[in-house]
Structure formats: C-alpha cells, structure tokens
C-alpha cells in the first residue's frame, strides 16, 4: 500500500511541475519520467491508467518531434492523466 501511495505521489509531483513550468516546455527528461511511471503503473496492475500515460507519452513524442507546434492534443492527454490521479485520491463512499 505504501508503493501504491508512492508512486501516486511521484505522479502528482511530475503533473504539477509540468504545471508550473508550462505544457509548452514539455521535454525529453518528461518523456523519460512518463515511462518509468507507466512502468510502475503497469507493475502495479493498473492498465487504464498505464494507457493513460501512454497516450501522454505519445502526444508528447509528436509534440517534441514537430517542433513544439501545437500542444492541444499533449494538452488533452495531460489533463485525462490529472482527471483519474485526481479521481483516485478521491475516498471511497457508500451511499446509503
């Protein structure tokens, strides 16, 4: 439990560094921070999320490989990456 708690804390780390510096000034060291967290998110048995990442890994190849020109679609998967690490730190609730 304490791995799981970890590796969403690097996570949220990593969005909001990227946050703050700026979508924009998305770079190689993010690409390679993005596959060590698929990596574990894989090794952790989650596969929705892991394809979350690697979807964000992709757009951010193409974003880096045509020159920074457009970053709607890297910032579309961005935001799909902080939705379901936010829904995650959501506690569980029963309705009653």
Known sequence: MEELYSFTENLTDWQERLLLKGIHKFDRQDLQEL????????????????????????????????????????TQQYLYVVQYVNMMKKPMTRSL
Do not use: C, H, P
Not at 55 to 63: A, M, S
């Open 35 to 74: 596959k060590k967290l698929q990596e574990l998110a894989t090794e952790y048995d989650m596969s929705f999320l892991a394809s979350l990442i690697e979807d964000l890994q992709v757009e951010g190849n193409r974003y880096l490989q045509e020159v920074k020109a457009d970053a709607e679609l890297l």
